[in-house]
């Protein structure tokens, strides 16, 4: 009762300062990009939970169970690719300042280009977002053993809804500078907690060559490589930059959110790394995290605990489903200019049909969280010489990114469907398929020139 007391208390505060003067937010401008006058702590907050989610943190949490301390190879992903999009494209983007990542397609290559872009990237989302529910109905199954998962996630959906679906980006923000808050605190502390506790019987744990077999280093260098070509068009980071006040202000708080979100993520890693080494066993690696707190954690912290892996989730699905409202009206819908429209109803009715396909996917078709989170990052990496190459490249035509487009799609399914998940299909795909996909633009954009729509100066 204490914990679902605790727990109560703080998914109150956060939908409260979710909604908190939301009536007032009249204008799709300010519910879509927080009138573009975002700051720096704001930003930087938003920005970490963001990225800091349920679906990732349970992966990687699973792995330091499995492999122990060399799990920790896996924020380095983070911290590199993050810090990639701050040197190439931050304030890039935030120089374009336009409705969604995919108009800069429809801007430098063409509006057939343009809309191709924003579908894959919509399918991306989508799989993002199921993954999401997926891993927040997985956290709190052990909280309610008795409940069908589709009545957890159902729940779960609806508060989740309640905290971002009325004040849009601005009630977002709002609400992750209170979860970062409440994140910062709570993991540190937990792998502090772990690190102190007492020793049960000893059990089997990893050696570094086991565990370098159950974490290949060939498959986190991959990960990297595919995260630095990904990170930089997505959609859900770009919405954020773009509210942003400066260029500057959105390059110092993406570097500022890497090194956030490395520490987030090594913390929890290091928590059940020490959950393993401490004695404790779970039937299954992927709730290790779920049963360290059920099992380690005092009651009281143990409620607050549930609340802070709730917001995780939370604060990355409100940014993705509101990155996908604005993507659709901004590149599909021709009548109406965002910057005309008085109120927001449109844009309510948008993030609630998308978040809506979301939880049905979650329920239907996501198994394994962290499988389905890499494939859904093929049609974004296939966009990626498109990209680098618009903001660089004066040269790079409209038929060098359909080309790059159609290599890239090919490469990421043709490596899973020949060497799957169980043949380090990922290792193909990145250190391969990426460099394909760039020869590719690079060979067809020279053999057709001056075909682009407009080249942006940016």
Same mark, same amino acid.
């Given at each position: ?12 505060? $956060? ?9 007032? #937010? ?21 920005? +970490? ?24 190879? *896996? ?5 590199? /690719? ?27 290559? /063409? ?50 809804? /309640? ?36 020793? $049960?019987? %000893? ?12 974490? %290949? ?64 066993? @779970? ?33 990355? *699905?409100? /940014? +993705? ?22 109120? @927001? ?19 239907? $078709?996501?198994?394994? +969280?962290?499988?389905? *989170? ?13 990209? $680098? ?21 090919? @490469? ?45 100066? #940016?």
């Amino acid at each position: 009762m204490i914990d679902l007391f605790i727990f109560s208390i703080v998914i109150a505060l $956060l939908i409260s300062t979710g909604v908190y003067k939301s009536k007032r #937010i009249k204008s799709e401008s300010s519910y879509l990009f927080a009138a573009r006058k975002t700051r720096w702590t704001a930003l930087t907050a938003t920005l +970490v939970m963001t990225e800091f989610n349920s679906a990732t943190l349970i992966s990687f949490s699973s792995l330091g169970y499995v492999a122990g301390f060399w799990a920790l190879l *896996l924020p380095f992903i983070f911290l590199f /690719g993050l810090l990639f999009y701050a040197g190439t494209v931050a304030k890039k983007w935030k120089a374009f300042d336009g409705l969604s990542v995919a108009g800069f397609f429809s801007q430098r290559y /063409g509006q057939d280009i343009g809309s191709y872009a924003s579908l894959l990237l919509l399918l991306a989302m989508l799989g993002f977002s199921a993954a999401y529910i997926k891993s927040l109905t997985l956290l709190f199954h052990p909280l309610l053993p008795f409940l069908n998962p589709w009545i957890i996630s159902g729940a779960l959906f609806v508060l989740v809804l /309640g905290m971002g679906l009325r004040g849009g980006l601005i009630a977002i923000i709002r609400t992750d500078i209170l979860s970062a808050i409440f994140t910062v605190l709570f993991f540190p502390l937990v792998a502090f907690f772990m690190w102190n506790s007492e020793t $049960l019987p %000893p059990i089997s744990y990893p050696t570094s060559f086991f565990a370098e077999e159950i974490l %290949p280093i060939k498959f986190v260098f991959s990960l990297t490589i595919l995260t630095m070509f990904t990170y930089i068009l997505a959609p859900w980071y770009g919405q954020k930059i773009f509210a942003a006040e400066t260029g500057k202000i959105a390059y110092r708080s993406v570097i500022a959110a890497a090194f956030i979100i490395f520490l987030l993520y090594g913390s929890a890693i290091l928590a059940t790394a020490f959950f393993k080494y401490r004695g404790f066993e @779970c039937p299954s690696h992927e709730m290790a995290l779920p049963h360290l707190i059920a099992c380690c954690l005092p009651i009281g912290l143990r409620g607050f605990s549930y609340a802070v892996l709730f917001a995780t989730s939370a604060t990355t *699905l409100t /940014g +993705v489903w509101s990155a996908m409202s604005a993507m659709w009206i901004g590149d599909f819908i021709k009548n109406s200019a965002i910057s005309k429209q008085k109120n @927001c109803k449109r844009s309510i009715l948008i993030t609630f049909m998308f978040a809506t396909l979301s939880f049905l996917l979650a329920n239907t $078709l996501v198994d394994k +969280v962290f499988d389905k *989170l890499i494939l859904a990052n093929i049609p974004v990496a296939a966009l990626s010489f498109g990209l $680098l190459a618009g903001f660089y490249w004066k040269r790079a035509s409209r038929q060098g990114v359909l080309f790059s487009i159609i290599m890239g799609c090919i @490469c990421g399914i043709g490596a899973y469907w020949i060497f799957g998940e169980e043949g380090g299909y990922t290792w193909y795909w990145a250190v391969y398929g990426i460099p394909l996909t760039f020869l590719t633009g690079i060979t067809a954009s020279l053999l057709y020139t001056n075909n682009q729509k407009k080249t942006l100066r #940016i």
